[in-house]
C-alpha cells in the first residue's frame, strides 16, 4: 500500500486508481516536446488527484515549478517540496504578503496594485521568493493589459526590480483549437511582452499550447490538464498516457420489461426487455447528473464486461443504473467492478457524454473513492 491510499478501501464501493508513473511520463514528454523546462500545474487538488502525492512524485522526478490557484493549495504544495518555486495563480488579495513569505510562495502578480503592494512589502525587508507577472493577452481574466506591461518594462524598470520579479506570463484562451486565430494573435501580442523584458525568464504555454505549430517554449511551460491525461489535441489521438481509472460495484441486476420506467420521474423507458444493473456510484461521487440518459436526450456510460453499456434514467445521488442487456450474463454479476473512466471511456467521452468538458470531470473527482496510488 501506498502512504497516500486510502486506509478504508475495503469498505469503498468505488475505486480511484491514479497512476503516479504515468504523470511523471507525461511530464517528462511535454517537458521534452517543449525543449525547455516544464513546469507542472497541480491547482484544484492537482486537477483531483491529489496536491500531495502529485507533487511528491513530480519533484522526485526532477520537476522545479509548480503552479497553484489558491494560497491554501501553495502551502499544502510547500508542505511536501521545501525547495521548488510555487506559484500562486490567483495573485495577491490585500493582506496576503506576510502568507506568501512565510510559505515561501511567489505570487503571479495581475495587476499594478498588486504590484506595488508586493513591492513596498518586500522594501520592507522582507524575504521573499521571486514573483511573477502575469500579462493578459485575451482573456480578460487576470493580468496586466498588454499596454501597460509594455510601458511597465520600457519606463518603470525600478518597480520590476523592486518587486522582486522572476517570470514573465501570459494564457492561451483557445490553445486547445488549432485553427482559431487568436492563437496567433496572442503568441505575437506575448512574443513582443517578452521582448521588452529582456532579463527575464518568460512563460507562455499550457497543455495544448505543446502542440501549436510556431509557438516558442520560452524557458518554462506551464502543463496542467495533459500532465493528468487530458487529450491537449481534442479530435485527434491522444499523446498522453491516461492517469487514472474509475471504477464501482454491481450492486444488484434486474430484468424489466419493455414499456417499464426507471429511476427517478421515470425518465427512460425500456424499448426491449432489459437487464439493469445498478452500481454504487452517483452524483455525491463527482460524476455529474448532466449524463442522466432519458428518453429524450443521452448521456453516459460504463464499461461492463468490455461492452460499452449505456446509463439508464436519471443519475442519482449514490447510485447509477445500466443497461447491460448487450453484455454476456457470464461477465456481469452482483460484486462485479464495471469502468466509468478509462479504456474507451477517456476524459473527452466522459466529459461529451455529461455535456461538459474533461476538465470540469477530474477537477469534481468525489472524496469518497477508495484512492490508489500505482506506479511510484
Ligand atoms: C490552469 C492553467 C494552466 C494549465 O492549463 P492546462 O490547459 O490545464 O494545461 C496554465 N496556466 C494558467 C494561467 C492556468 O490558469
Redesign the pocket.
Known amino acids: 500500500m501506498n502512504a497516500f491510499d486510502t486506509p478504508d478501501a475495503e469498505t469503498c464501493g468505488t475505486t480511484l486508481t491514479i497512476d503516479l508513473g504515468a504523470l511523471i511520463a507525461n511530464w517528462r514528454a511535454l517537458g521534452e516536446r517543449a525543449g525547455t523546462e516544464a513546469a507542472a500545474?497541480v491547482?484544484a487538488n492537482a486537477y483531483g488527484i491529489g496536491i500531495e502525492p502529485a507533487v511528491t512524485a513530480l519533484s522526485r522526478a526532477g520537476c522545479r515549478s509548480f503552479?497553484v490557484a489558491h494560497v491554501s493549495e501553495g502551502i499544502r504544495a510547500r508542505s511536501v517540496d521545501r525547495e521548488a518555486a510555487i506559484y500562486v495563480?490567483n495573485g495577491l488579495l490585500p493582506g496576503q504578503c506576510d502568507v506568501y513569505a512565510q510559505h515561501e510562495l511567489s505570487p503571479v502578480l495581475g495587476s499594478h496594485q498588486e504590484l506595488l503592494e508586493w513591492a513596498a512589502f518586500r522594501q520592507g525587508g522582507a524575504n521573499a521568493r521571486p514573483a511573477a507577472l502575469h500579462v493578459d493577452t485575451a482573456m480578460n481574466r487576470l493580468g496586466l493589459w498588454p499596454g501597460e506591461g509594455l510601458n511597465l518594462a520600457r519606463e518603470k524598470a525600478g518597480a520590476i526590480t523592486a518587486a522582486g520579479i522572476g517570470l514573465v506570463?501570459s494564457?492561451f484562451a483557445s490553445s486547445e483549437d488549432e485553427a482559431d486565430p487568436a492563437n496567433d494573435r496572442q503568441i505575437a501580442a506575448f512574443a513582443e511582452i517578452a521582448a521588452a523584458f529582456p532579463g527575464l525568464p518568460a512563460s507562455l504555454k499550457?497543455?495544448?499550447g505543446h502542440f501549436l505549430k510556431d509557438c516558442p517554449s520560452y524557458q518554462l511551460t506551464?502543463?496542467?490538464?495533459?500532465l493528468y491525461g487530458g487529450n491537449?489535441t481534442p479530435g485527434k489521438p491522444n499523446p498522453m498516457r491516461p492517469v487514472i481509472r474509475l471504477e464501482a460495484r454491481i450492486l444488484q441486476l434486474r430484468d424489466v420489461d419493455a414499456g417499464t420506467q426507471v429511476g427517478y420521474n421515470g425518465r427512460w423507458t425500456a424499448k426491449r426487455r432489459s437487464r439493469l444493473a445498478t452500481i454504487c456510484l452517483g452524483y455525491a461521487d463527482g460524476y455529474p447528473r448532466n449524463a442522466s440518459w432519458t428518453d429524450t436526450s443521452t448521456g453516459g456510460s460504463a464499461v461492463v464486461g468490455g461492452v460499452i453499456c449505456p446509463f439508464v434514467g436519471t443519475v442519482s445521488m449514490d447510485l447509477t443504473i445500466v443497461d447491460v442487456t448487450d453484455v454476456p450474463a457470464a461477465e456481469v454479476q452482483r460484486g462485479a467492478s464495471v469502468t466509468l473512466i478509462g479504456g474507451p471511456l477517456d476524459l473527452e467521452t466522459v466529459g461529451a457524454g455529461a455535456k461538459t468538458i474533461g476538465?470540469e470531470i477530474l477537477t469534481s473527482l468525489g472524496r469518497r473513492h477508495a484512492r490508489r496510488y500505482v506506479g511510484l
Request: proline content about 12%; charged content about 10%; glycine content about 12%.
Open positions: 500545474v491547482k503552479f495563480l506570463m494564457h499550457n497543455s495544448s506551464r502543463p496542467g490538464y495533459g491537449p476538465y
